[in-house]
């Protein structure tokens, strides 16, 4: 069981770490705000006091129930649960208490006194009071509503955890909760037109217009992103893990339009400073947890913690206008939904835990199976015995030739099949080397060859 107080590296390390943020968040004031700065510090302030509640409320989790068997371990002690909620407030409080920084230049003009001796108000201006149409409304809506789709989405992971609520009634909750960022997107941008590939441009067009089939594509990604995450889990750090990757690329991609190199302002220097602001503090928490949950994991993370990270690559995707480049960093993830949805949507059987099986005498990770309790029907049949023949399953078929059993569908049990049987921190190390090459690339189809099908790449708008 993990222990509920910091020893004294811990603690002065935290503190001081604690302490770095709060003088630089106290040093942005003396200019205009450094929104940028502020996020950094606020990540640091975020992932100290996660770590420390991870630590603090272990026990008191445990007692109220929410603790799970590791089973992947020759002895499968109980660990608490669902700490990713606590992760997940403590973002929510961090990016709340930051709505001043990056408004701070904006508050202080367009306010009548606000702070700012330095600029001359007019009589006119007076008589009307604040300033009001100099603040940027637009980006607030866009920060509040992202806010409000966060505390949606973790609300049905807590539920999630704490009352295990069917597949076929929490996949379209994400959905509901996206409406938020969906209204403030309609109100504020509404761009339904997308750019036409180089080839199809005689025949459709520049832009084509999808209407409210981009709305409906951008509620799919909402939905798509928490539960994709959730699916691929099952072994010690791979959601938090996954998640950190997948940030990290967003991050770098980011920078890109950040760069003194680019020309400025960029069109897109908005929203991406957006992103950053949302990411940064994910980072900042994330860390502290996947240093309780990396093998030998101290503590389960819990669906909330999966609903939650899959709902801020969606806001930042969505409200960043990169959702295409936000898929291509996904790509592990729709493998890994598609190689699934046979069991997903129970065209071969699916047990309750489809992660990989212990084997207590090698101390190795094998490929889990799953039984049929009556023959396949022969297209399936012949689609799991082409898949067999190709490397992508295992089967086991008895002397009539019937199939009696093969191996679950999911990405972690491929990467089993592919290597052989190995440990669990080699194999969520494995599909994280997986995850980091499949970004770079998608980065680079997306910056370099996506010029082979579009006129130019936003990048160098």
């Given at each position: ?132 149409h100099r603040f940027p409304h637009s980006k607030l809506a866009s920060y509040l509503s992202a806010?409000?789709?966060?505390q949606a989405v973790v609300i049905l992971g807590v539920g999630d955890d704490l009352f295990d ?297």
């Amino acid at each position: 069981m993990i222990s509920s107080a910091l020893n004294r590296t811990e603690q002065i390390s935290l503190l001081s770490l604690t302490s770095a943020c709060i003088a630089v968040l106290a040093n942005t004031f003396q200019g205009d705000g450094e929104p940028l700065l502020a996020s950094l510090a606020f990540s640091g302030i975020g992932f100290s006091f996660s770590y420390c509640l991870i630590r603090w409320l272990g026990s008191t989790f445990m007692k109220a129930g929410l603790k799970g068997r590791d089973m992947a371990k020759l002895k499968a002690v109980e660990i608490p649960e669902t700490m990713g909620a606590v992760c997940a407030v403590v973002y929510l409080l961090v990016i709340i208490v930051f709505i001043p920084f990056p408004f701070y230049k904006d508050i202080v003009a367009a306010t009548s006194g606000g702070g700012n001796r330095d600029v001359v108000v007019e009589l006119d201006h007076v008589n009307t009071g604040r300033l009001l149409h100099r603040f940027p409304h637009s980006k607030l809506a866009s920060y509040l509503s992202a806010i409000l789709s966060l505390q949606a989405v973790v609300i049905l992971g807590v539920g999630d955890d704490l009352f295990d609520i069917r597949w076929r009634h929490k996949l379209l909750i994400p959905a509901l909760a996206s409406i938020p960022m969906l209204v403030v997107y309609f109100v504020d941008f509404g761009v339904t037109q997308v750019v036409v590939p180089l080839q199809l441009q005689p025949y459709l067009g520049q832009l084509f217009d999808l209407g409210w089939l981009y709305y409906a594509y951008m509620a799919a990604i909402a939905i798509f992103c928490p539960n994709s995450i959730n699916i691929l889990a099952g072994i010690n750090g791979i959601e938090v893990s996954q998640s950190l990757v997948i940030a990290l690329l967003l991050v770098f991609n980011d920078a890109l339009f950040l760069t003194p190199f680019m020309p400025y302002p960029h069109p897109a220097t908005d929203s991406h400073m957006f992103s950053l602001y949302l990411l940064l503090p994910f980072i900042g928490v994330s860390t502290a947890l996947w240093a309780h949950n990396w093998y030998p994991a101290k503590v389960f993370v819990g669906d909330t913690y999966c609903y939650f990270a899959g709902m801020v690559f969606a806001v930042v995707g969505i409200m960043g206008h990169f959702s295409k480049t936000l898929l291509l960093l996904f790509v592990p993830q729709i493998f890994n939904f598609v190689y699934s949805a046979p069991q997903l949507f129970r065209v071969v059987p699916c047990p309750r835990h489809r992660l990989p099986r212990f084997n207590p005498r090698t101390g190795l990770l094998e490929p889990s199976t799953t039984t049929f309790r009556s023959p396949p029907s022969l297209p399936l049949t012949f689609l799991l015995k082409s898949l067999h023949g190709l490397r992508l399953l295992r089967v086991a078929a008895n002397d009539d030739g019937q199939i009696v059993e093969c191996t679950n569908l999911t990405l972690l049990n491929l990467w089993l099949i592919w290597w052989g049987p190995m440990r669990e921190d080699r194999l969520a190390l494995g599909i994280l080397a997986l995850q980091t090459c499949i970004g770079l690339l998608g980065l680079l189809v997306r910056h370099r060859l996506a010029l082979l099908v579009f006129r130019e790449d936003n990048i160098r708008v």
